[in-house]
């Protein structure tokens, strides 16, 4: 009897020891992945932002890996895959729309029979699959194993890290550079800024860090120590992106300067106590002093884009009324007969377009130019996607917009102020490229796209509240 009372015991103790070893690999897996991400994000930025088609498979089949070893680890820790979320729905639905228009059927030319697909690029429009299948996995990724507060601090830091480092090396660059390669081999001198090819794509990543970590600072969501090293770090993003003259990222940081102005001073009200209604007069002094402040920030911002862009700006600037000369767009490759071009492209296949990446071999039929040289892209990421995609893909991304807005909206009501100045600064940011890519698309380059994804994703989702949560429970 005794022995069978002491047995009792060691099996419920051997019981436990061998369910917690599971769970402790699962543990174990779960930082592992996480580190692994934020260092797969970290490479991304290194060459040329990855452009090239072998950095970039590389990319994509790392990301591969690590979902793989996220749906093992889930499955350790007996939780479903997460993937239900409604903000994903559009974005499976763009993928399978992009996989549809690579299916060949049926058709007739002349008196032969072929076959046909929507697609024009059958193979990029693939590659635009994959890239948008790995950038999904991505944000899933970050959306399960960002669990902890400590874990948002630091995806947050890598963003806003890797802005300031380009940004330095841009600026090292710029004067120190006077012959090809510098660090990296294609990287030649007066083309390009930082690690990237082309300045424009450098100004994307300027904006969405810098309205991150402006948007951090101006919601208070920091103090002490990390808000002094995010306002330092924002000093050479601001400069590198001046210096590098890109007239869209300084049009762009603008709107997002006078965004920022908006937020200061907006204070949370509580939704427990009840607050005094201010007076009329109140209400008039706060409006007066916010609008003291807009004008303060957009004349500080002005005054520091004229005298730190100084004579290479100002000749960028005056550009702008030769480029909008028809005479003058008609014989280079500029914007404005590129977005004619375009135009025309979209008239002549409106629902389903001509096959996301196809645009390069579509648009040679309406470019009107020398003959030089054909435009690669549309200079216009809404262009791009009607393009590309048609009304079919505009209606789905207007989708992903909505979901998007109602799940960032659910969670500023019930996030706590470093949540809300996190979410708000990565809104900052969003708005930004959303402007910028009215004349640029530097979306296309892998690392905006995955600094972007993250910024969408830190929108959407809780993200570092599921620890908090927990320690709050009884």
């Known amino acids: ?200 794509h450098f100004a994307f990543l300027m904006e969405m860090a810098l309205g991150l970590a402006l948007g951090i600072a101006v919601c208070r969501g920091v103090t002490g120590r990390r808000l002094a090293i995010y306002l330092l770090g924002a000093i050479p993003m601001w400069v590198a992106l001046i210096l590098c003259g890109s007239r869209g990222g300084i049009l762009s940081i603008l709107c997002q300067v006078f965004f920022l102005a908006l937020l200061f001073g907006t204070r949370r009200e509580s939704k427990y106590v009840d607050q005094p209604r201010e007076s009329w007069l109140s209400n008039t002094r706060m409006i007066a002093v916010r609008l003291v402040l807009i004008a303060a920030m957009l004349s500080a911002a002005v005054a520091t884009v004229i005298f730190v862009g100084g004579d290479p700006l100002a000749s960028k600037l005056d550009s702008v009324s030769v480029e909008l000369n028809r005479k003058t767009a008609d014989t280079f490759v500029l914007r404005p007969n590129i977005w004619r071009a375009s135009w025309e492209l979209i008239k002549d296949h409106p629902i389903a377009g001509v096959g996301f990446g196809a645009y390069r071999i579509a648009i040679t039929k309406y470019h009107r130019g020398s003959g030089e040289a054909t435009p690669q892209e549309a200079h216009n990421d809404y262009l791009d996607l009607l393009a590309g995609g048609g009304v079919i893909a505009l209606a789905i991304v207007i989708w992903f917009g909505v979901e998007v807005f109602l799940a960032g909206r659910r969670k500023l009501r019930q996030a706590d102020n470093y949540h809300r100045a996190v979410t708000l600064g990565a809104v900052a940011g969003i708005l930004t490229v959303s402007i910028h890519s009215l004349v640029d698309f530097g979306l296309h380059i892998t690392i905006n796209a995955v600094v972007f994804t993250a910024l969408l994703t830190i929108v959407s989702f809780d993200l570092g509240a599921t620890s908090v949560a927990r320690q709050s429970r009884p």
Not at 80 to 93: H, I, T
Not at 104 to 110: F, I
Not at 134 to 149: E, F, K, N
Request: aromatic share 10%; net charge positive.
């Open 1 to 200: 009897m005794l022995a069978e009372t002491e047995s009792k015991p060691l099996s419920d103790i051997r019981a436990v020891n061998e369910s917690a070893q599971p769970q402790s690999v699962a543990t174990s897996i779960d930082a592992f992945l996480f580190y692994s991400l934020l260092a797969v994000i970290a490479l991304a930025a290194i060459p040329y932002g990855t452009v090239e088609p072998w950095w970039k498979a590389l990319f994509q089949c790392l990301v591969f890996v690590l979902a793989g070893l996220t749906l093992i680890q889930r499955t350790l820790r007996g939780q479903a895959s997460g993937l239900n979320s409604r903000v994903y729905l559009p974005v499976l639905a763009l993928i399978i729309f992009g996989l549809i228009q690579t299916i060949a059927s049926p058709g007739t030319a002349g008196t032969q029979n072929v076959t046909k697909t929507l697609s024009a690029d059958v193979f990029q429009t693939r590659l635009f699959a994959i890239q948008l299948a790995a950038l999904l996995l991505v944000s899933w990724m970050l959306a399960i194993h960002t669990s902890s507060r400590r874990r948002l601090r630091l995806l947050v830091d890598l963003i806003i890290a890797i802005a300031v480092v380009s940004a330095i090396f841009g600026i090292v660059r710029q004067v120190s550079q006077h012959e090809p390669g510098f660090l990296l081999p294609y990287l030649r001198p007066g083309f390009g800024y930082a690690q990237f090819i082309n300045s424009n």
